[in-house]
Every structure is written in structure tokens, then in C-alpha cells.
């Protein structure tokens, strides 16, 4: 079989899932390894020593950063035009993966943080999703009347945190915001990326993906 480029990938994680979502839009097969974060296999640490996920491996490159697989599978194939949007994009997806990141992983793991108050971080989180309300309410998407990479990149976060506690988050005055997570947790395209594989263990077949 074909040596194709290979996704080190943990399924839960969302840099990970946003790379597996790129990947499925572009087309472009990949070999996918499932690993377990608490037993990292020997090959992908050799890969990528500061063992996080997702790498990708093509060929001599490695990639190591979730935005740039997401670049890296759509530079070779972007049917449904992800790419096309407005430059302010990159600013809401550099928000996302910054301070709601760190507002997020402080109420989501609250008590690794006893220093951080959970109720001020989820406020702060809330500051960011109230601005993607206030876009959402004027479109389907966030940069307009089609999906892009902001959506995209921006939805498995969105996703994390309203699961630390759905009812919370229903609660508030997050209607837009709502509709365009319930639209992503119920597609097909999620569905697909969020598939079980067992880890990955040395001298197995390739499994390919998408």
C-alpha cells in the first residue's frame, strides 16, 4: 500500500479534531494513528518530541501545529472554499486559541488552577462567545453566508467548553451561537472526523482517513 502522509491524532482533543475536519473537506488521504495521551507511542515522540497532537508527517515535514495541518491539507485541496474569507478571520481563530483558550481550560480544569477564580474565567469566555453571537446573528457563519475556516477552527473549542456544563451554557443569552453548534454537532462531517480507531500500535495495517 501506499506510504501516505500519516496524522498522529487523539479523537477527543480539539486541535486535533479541527485538523481531522480540515482533512475531511481537502480530501486528501492520510494515514491516521489513534494514541492514547497517557501511553504516547515511541514513533510519535521520535516524530515530535513535545508530544502533543495533531502532528502530520509528509514525507521529511513535519507539522506541528493544528492550524497548520488545517493550511496544509486545504493549500492542496479547498472544494468548499474554507480559505475564502476576510483577514479578520485569523484574528477570531488567534482569540479562540488564546485568551478563550485559557478561559476555557480554567473552568474546564478548574482545579488545577486554585489560583484562578472559575467564575471570572467563564465570564471571560463568555466575552468571546457574546462576539461570535453578535456576528451569527447577522449571518449563518461567522464571516458571512458560508462556512470558512473561522468556523471551523473556532466550533471543537466552542464545542469543549459548552459541554463543561450544557445547562449553563443554555442558559444564556447565546441563541446564535447555540444554533451554529447544534448545526455542527448534528452534520455528517462531524460524525465522520469523530470515528473510534483503536491506539495505534507498531506494525499495523495503514488505516486511511477521510
Not at 515530535?48 to 493544528?66: A, H, M, R
Not at 485569523?90 to 478563550?100: A, N, Q, R, S, V
Not at 451554529?180 to 454537532?185: C, S
Not at 470515528?195 to 495495517?205: F, I, M, V
Request: with cysteine.
Amino acid at each position: 500500500m501506499q506510504q501516505r502522509p500519516i496524522l498522529w491524532t487523539f479523537r477527543r482533543c480539539p486541535y486535533a479534531m479541527r485538523a481531522r475536519l480540515a482533512i475531511a473537506s481537502s480530501g486528501q488521504a492520510v494515514e491516521v494513528r489513534e494514541i492514547l495521551l497517557k501511553d504516547k507511542p515511541a514513533a510519535f515522540l521520535a516524530a515530535s518530541p513535545k508530544g502533543t497532537v495533531p502532528v502530520l508527517v509528509d514525507g521529511e515535514t513535519v507539522i506541528e501545529e493544528s492550524r497548520d495541518v488545517m493550511l496544509w491539507a486545504l493549500g492542496r485541496n479547498d472544494p468548499e472554499r474554507w480559505l475564502d474569507m476576510p483577514a479578520d478571520g485569523l484574528d477570531l481563530i488567534d482569540t479562540c486559541d488564546g485568551p478563550f483558550k485559557q478561559a476555557l481550560d480554567h473552568t474546564k480544569y478548574a482545579v488545577r488552577f486554585p489560583d484562578r477564580d472559575e467564575t471570572a474565567e467563564r465570564a471571560k469566555a463568555l466575552v468571546f462567545l457574546n462576539s461570535l453571537n453578535d456576528r451569527l446573528q447577522q449571518s449563518p457563519f461567522l464571516m458571512g453566508p458560508q462556512r470558512t475556516l473561522a468556523d471551523m477552527a473556532i466550533l471543537p473549542f466552542v464545542r469543549q467548553f459548552a459541554n463543561t456544563d450544557r445547562a449553563w451554557f443554555d442558559a444564556q443569552d447565546l441563541a446564535a451561537v447555540a444554533q451554529w453548534l447544534d448545526d455542527f454537532l448534528a452534520s455528517d462531517r462531524l460524525h465522520e472526523v469523530m470515528t473510534k480507531y483503536p491506539p495505534w500500535q507498531d506494525g499495523q495495517d495503514q488505516v486511511l482517513f477521510p
